[in-house]
């Protein structure tokens, strides 16, 4: 059964930087297009960061310079490391992978199919 378990979430203060993990398994990791997405209360979920297979990532504007996502295929982990956090940056942190690549391997994508549960990230001012 596919599964995809973030970890790593927790509070910090704004500034302060914090790493997510998501093990990976059930499905051919390296060959799919993985992403991070996030969810604050009340708003819509948003992409955050994606890379393919191939390694190409792509960051939503607002986050690029920031946000670093990385993958390790050994390991079926994808990473998402968080620099300067802000208080706004506060949300539902949910990774997923999309059997699609290329130019559907986007933070706009619909079709990621597999879904962690989410860990939350809490940056207080």
């Known amino acids: 059964q596919v599964q995809l378990v973030e970890s790593g979430g927790g509070s910090v203060q704004a500034g302060g930087s914090l790493g997510l993990s998501c093990a990976a398994s059930?499905?051919?990791?390296?060959?799919?297009?993985l992403g991070w997405f996030r969810q604050g209360p009340g708003k819509e979920r948003e992409g955050v960061a994606v890379?393919?297979?191939?390694?190409?990532?792509t960051y939503t504007d607002s986050l690029k310079g920031r946000f670093t996502i990385s993958r390790d295929n050994a390991k079926n982990t994808l990473y998402l490391q968080m620099n300067s956090l802000k208080p706004e940056d506060t949300a539902m942190y949910y990774c997923?992978?999309?059997?699609?690549?290329?130019?559907?391997?986007?933070?706009?994508?619909?079709?990621?199919?597999?879904w962690g549960q989410g860990t939350q990230v809490t940056v207080s001012s």
């Open positions: 997923a992978a999309s059997f699609f690549g290329g130019a559907y391997c986007s933070v706009k994508s619909q079709n990621f199919s597999y």
């Open positions: 059930g499905f051919t990791f390296r060959n799919y297009c």
């Open positions: 890379i393919d297979s191939d390694g190409t990532t």
